[in-house]
C-alpha cells in the first residue's frame, strides 16, 4: 500500500460546480498535512495547510480526518483557472522530507 | 519566502551526454534537495543535498548516476549522468525555510527531454 494515495481522476466537471477531493495515509504517525496546486509544466506551490479543525480560503475548505487517516480538498464555485493537479502532501514528525501523493487532475469545462 | 531559480529552465540532449542543473536561493537555507517528476507521475525525492559534504540519496538513486554538489547554503547542482530516455522528466530543486509555512519550497523547474 502505497504511503500517500489519491485517485488520479481526472475529475471533470463545469464551471460553477462544487468537486471534492480525497487523500488517504497510511502512517498514523503523520502531524501535518498540505495540499499543493500543479499547473501544467509548472511547479508545485502550496495551496493550504490542513489543520486539525479544518481549514477554509475562500472557495477551498481543507479537512482532517485522523481516525480513519484522510484529508480532503473540497473547492466551491468552480474556475476554469482551477483545473490543475492538487497534490496531497504528508509530514511525518520530526522529519523534513514529506511525501507527496500522485495527484488528482482537475479539469473545469466552460 | 525564498526565491529559487533552476538552470537550465528546459534542455533537450543527446542520449550518453551529461547535463548539470544548478539552483540558487536567495538567502541561506538549511536544507536543500532534488526532485524528480517523470511524466504523469509523482514528486520521487533522488536525494538531501548536504552542504560540505556527500549528498543523502533515496533508494534507487546512486552518486554515480546523479552527482550533487552543494558548495554553500545558497547553491547546488544536480548532474545527470550518462542520459537515457528513461532520463526524460521534470527535475526540481526544494528548499525547507525554518519558520515557514509549507514544508518544502520548489523552483521552477528543469524540463529534460533525452532523444
Known amino acids: 500500500r502505497k504511503e500517500v494515495e489519491q485517485d488520479p481522476g481526472p475529475f471533470n466537471v463545469p464551471e460553477g460546480a462544487t468537486v471534492a477531493f480525497n487523500c488517504t495515509y497510511s502512517?498514523?504517525?503523520?502531524?501535518?498535512f498540505f495540499w499543493y496546486r500543479q499547473d501544467c509544466r509548472k511547479e508545485p506551490k502550496l495551496l493550504m495547510s490542513?489543520?486539525?479543525s479544518g481549514n477554509e480560503d475562500g472557495r477551498f475548505t481543507a479537512q482532517l480526518n485522523r481516525a480513519s487517516q484522510y484529508i480532503s480538498l473540497l473547492i466551491r464555485d468552480s474556475k476554469l483557472s482551477d483545473s490543475a493537479t492538487y497534490l496531497c502532501v504528508v509530514l511525518s514528525g520530526g522529519s523534513y522530507i514529506p511525501t507527496f501523493g500522485r495527484g488528482t487532475s482537475l479539469i473545469v469545462h466552460p | 519566502s525564498a526565491v529559487i531559480s533552476q538552470k537550465p529552465s528546459r534542455d533537450i540532449c543527446q542520449r550518453g551526454t551529461s547535463l548539470t542543473i544548478q539552483c540558487q536561493v536567495d538567502s541561506q537555507v538549511t536544507m536543500m534537495f532534488w526532485y524528480r517528476q517523470q511524466p504523469g507521475q509523482s514528486l520521487t525525492l533522488i536525494a538531501t543535498a548536504n552542504q560540505g559534504s556527500e549528498a543523502t540519496y533515496e533508494s534507487g538513486f546512486v552518486i554515480d548516476k546523479f552527482p550533487i554538489s552543494r558548495p554553500n547554503l545558497t547553491f547546488s547542482t544536480l548532474t545527470v549522468s550518462n542520459m537515457s530516455p528513461e532520463d526524460s522528466s521534470i527535475y526540481l530543486c526544494s528548499v525547507v525555510q525554518f519558520n515557514s509555512n509549507q514544508p518544502q519550497h520548489f523552483g521552477d523547474g528543469t524540463r529534460l527531454s533525452i532523444l
Open positions: 490542513v489543520y486539525s
Open positions: 502512517n498514523s504517525a503523520s502531524q501535518s
